[in-house]
C-alpha cells in the first residue's frame, strides 16, 4: 500500500460526516491551499432508471453569481443575427467562413449557439463538435432565434445539467475565490433546477446523494 502523501493526510481531517450546504462552503474555504483558483463543483446521483428515456435529466439553469470562468462563445449565424450576437459579446460570430474555419482546426471556445436555419450547414461539424460536447442543441437551448438573451446568459452564467450514463450530474458552481454566501447561493439555485426537471416517472425523491468538493479537494457529502 502506498503511503499518504502530506495532502491527503491533511484532508482526513474532513471526515465522511454529512454537511449542510453551508457547512460545506465554509469547510472547503480551509481545504489545503493550492497555485491557482480552483472550480468548487457539486455531484449529484440521481434516483433515475438511465435505461429508460424517459427518466432522463437534462436542463439549463442561471447561476446568480456566475461560475467564475470567463466563457468563450462561437455564433454560428447570418444577417440581423450576426449584429446581435456581436452587440451580446459573443467571442467568434460567422456562417460558412466560421464553419469552414472550425473544420480546420479551430476550437477556442467553449460553448456554441446557432440559428436554426445553420444547423443542416453545422451538422458537417459533428465529427469534430460531438466528441467534445459543443454540438448546438434545442434541449439545452443553444440553438435559437433569440441569440442576443442566449449570449448574455451564457456570459451571466448559465449552465446546462445533464445525467450520465451512471445517473451522475456534475456542475461547476463557481471558484473557491468566492464567498461562501455566493456558493450557498449558486448550489441552491442549481438544486431547485434539478428538482423541476424530476421525469414525472420518478418515484421519490430525485437526488439520492450529493457532494461539494473543489478540483484537487475530497467530496463533501452534502445533505440537500
Do not use: W
Not at 473557491?176 to 434539478?194: H, T
Amino acid at each position: 500500500m502506498g503511503r499518504a502523501t502530506k495532502r491527503k493526510k491533511e484532508f482526513e481531517k474532513f471526515g465522511e460526516k454529512p454537511y449542510t450546504l453551508a457547512d460545506a462552503a465554509n469547510t472547503i474555504s480551509g481545504f489545503p491551499k493550492t497555485n491557482f483558483d480552483e472550480t468548487v463543483e457539486l455531484h449529484f446521483h440521481l434516483n433515475v432508471n438511465v435505461k429508460t428515456s424517459d427518466q432522463s435529466v437534462r436542463g439549463t439553469v442561471i447561476l446568480p453569481h456566475g461560475t467564475g470562468k470567463i466563457v468563450k462563445i462561437a455564433v454560428f449565424c447570418k444577417g440581423a443575427h450576426a449584429d446581435q450576437a456581436k452587440d451580446a459579446g459573443a467571442d467568434f460570430v460567422g456562417a460558412n467562413d466560421l464553419i469552414e474555419k472550425v473544420a480546420k482546426g479551430f476550437l477556442d471556445f467553449d460553448v456554441v449557439v446557432s440559428t436554426p436555419e445553420m444547423m443542416r450547414d453545422i451538422s458537417k461539424l459533428g465529427k469534430v463538435l460531438g466528441p467534445r460536447g459543443l454540438m448546438p442543441s434545442p434541449k439545452a437551448g443553444t440553438v435559437t432565434t433569440d441569440i442576443e438573451r442566449v449570449v448574455k446568459e451564457l456570459k451571466g452564467g448559465r449552465v446546462e445539467f445533464k445525467a450520465d450514463k451512471q445517473g451522475g450530474v456534475h456542475v461547476g458552481i463557481g471558484k473557491r475565490s468566492f464567498k461562501s454566501e455566493q456558493i450557498v447561493d449558486n448550489a441552491n439555485r442549481l438544486i431547485e433546477a434539478l428538482n423541476a426537471a424530476k421525469p414525472a416517472s420518478v418515484k421519490g425523491a430525485l437526488v439520492k446523494t450529493a457532494a461539494l468538493s473543489t478540483t484537487m479537494g475530497p467530496g463533501l457529502k452534502v445533505s440537500v
